[in-house]
């Protein structure tokens, strides 16, 4: 598992197109001595970006021939979304985050792992340090496991208590609003993403479908699986049944969903997440053009 990888640097707005740029011009960017003088920010900073663009999904990582290439779904968000203005697409950077415990393992314990809707910073702090000595056979740092969750919090919540917003740079991710701190209590909070952008979320369904090869599940799978609606998005049976209504009216990419009394079945297409993807991005181009 992976802690304090971060450099104590949550995920700011406007990296991301940074690194993409850097990456698209020179592969091994990020292995020079002076990308943090070329990219304009700090050294940590750079060694920050470095770790979150990979934790994101957006490149692959070759340490022998010291070089980074994006992903598909690096490339879809170069292309379509490398400004980060949709917040469907801070929704999926959230989920390849948190849907496995590497490298990012205090996101995929928060969102996945920890049951509790609100808790103080300092008993977030001690669960946490417990749920990672009860797992590792190595002793982790109790300053890196501080600094997981001051970075975890400041990712969702920079600029809540301030005064002036435009003072404090926030990250995309914050715009979900899956959490909240108030007065030193921290808040699991209903993900907030615009109704006409919930169905670029079927790639989170069609992704852990083909992860794990399981193209049948049921509403239980969805509220309270690794990696699935209830915990990453923290939303109700109830959002997510009135979602799951909203994609059986999908004409291209339909589900096929089937209450029962005891047993909501829900069949996912066989369909690769990264067409998908495309799919919905190149009708939201199309729709703003109208």
Request: charged share 30%; proline share 3%.
């Amino acid at each position: 598992m992976g802690y304090n990888q971060h450099q104590s640097f949550y995920l700011r707005d406007r990296w991301l197109g940074k690194a993409i740029r850097s990456i698209e011009t020179n592969p091994s960017f990020f292995f020079e001595k002076d990308a943090f003088e070329k990219i304009g920010l700090g050294k940590n900073m750079v060694q920050s970006l470095r770790h979150w663009i990979k934790a994101i999904g957006i490149v692959d990582e070759d340490r022998i021939k010291k070089v980074h290439t994006l992903t598909p779904l690096g490339k879809l968000i170069k292309k379509y979304d490398i400004t980060l203005k949709y917040v469907a697409t801070a929704a999926i950077l959230h989920y390849e985050i948190t849907k496995q415990d590497e490298p990012s393992t205090a996101w995929y314990w928060f969102f996945n792992e920890l049951k509790d809707t609100q808790i103080s910073r300092e008993d977030l702090l001690v669960t946490f340090q417990s749920w990672v000595q009860s797992r590792e056979t190595r002793v982790v740092s109790e300053n890196s496991l501080k600094r997981d969750v001051d970075t975890l919090i400041r990712m969702y919540t920079a600029g809540e208590d301030n005064e002036d917003p435009e003072e404090v740079t926030l990250s995309p991710l914050a715009n979900l609003q899956v959490m909240t701190e108030k007065n030193g209590i921290v808040y699991k909070e209903e993900a907030i993403i615009p109704k006409q952008d919930e169905i670029f979320l079927m790639y989170v369904l069609l992704d852990y479908s083909q992860r794990k090869e399981q193209y049948v599940l049921n509403i239980d799978d969805l509220l309270q699986e690794t990696g699935l609606f209830g915990n990453i998005y923290n939303w109700s049976r109830a959002n997510i049944l009135r979602m799951l209504n909203d994609w059986t009216y999908e004409d291209e990419f339909k589900i096929v969903f089937t209450r029962t009394n005891n047993l909501d079945v829900i069949r996912v297409p066989e369909v690769d997440p990264i067409d998908f993807l495309e799919t919905q991005y190149k009708n939201k181009e199309n729709e703003e053009k109208w």
